[in-house]
Nanobody, 115 residues
Framework: QVQLVESGGGLVQAGGSLRLSCAASGRSFSSYAMGWYRQAPGKQREFVAAWRSGGIKTYSEAVRGRFTISRENTGNRVYMEMNNLKLEDTGVYYC?????????WGKGSPVTVSS
């Protein structure tokens, strides 16, 4: 059974940092893309960052330069270092994995940025 478990979210002041982790189990995902999405209150889920095949990293414009995605060599763990957090970064952060689109989702880790 495939499971994705996120951790590392929490409450942080604007300008602060958090590090999210996602652990996938149930099979090897070394050939799959893994990434992060987020959903702010009252808004749709949106792409944040992804680590794709070949080590290609992509970011949304909203987080580029502030967030950094990384991945373990085994391929089943992905991390996201979030720096200089802004109020608009508040939301539930979801880890996703799939061969192209997202096939599996975690349950999410809430991040709240306060002023």
């Amino acid at each position: 059974q495939v499971q994705l478990v996120e951790s590392g979210g929490g409450l942080v002041q604007a300008g602060g940092s958090l590090r999210l982790s996602c652990a996938a189990s149930g099979r090897s995902f070394s050939s799959y893309a893994m990434g992060w999405y987020r959903q702010a209150p009252g808004k749709q889920r949106e792409f944040v960052a992804a680590w794709r095949s070949g080590g290609i990293k992509t970011y949304s414009e909203a987080v580029r330069g502030r967030f950094t995605i990384s991945r373990e060599n085994t391929g089943n763990r992905v991390y996201m270092e979030m720096n200089n957090l802004k109020l608009e970064d508040t939301g539930v952060y979801y880890c996703g994995v799939g061969p192209s689109g997202i096939e599996y989702w975690g349950k999410g880790s809430p991040v709240t940025v306060s002023s």
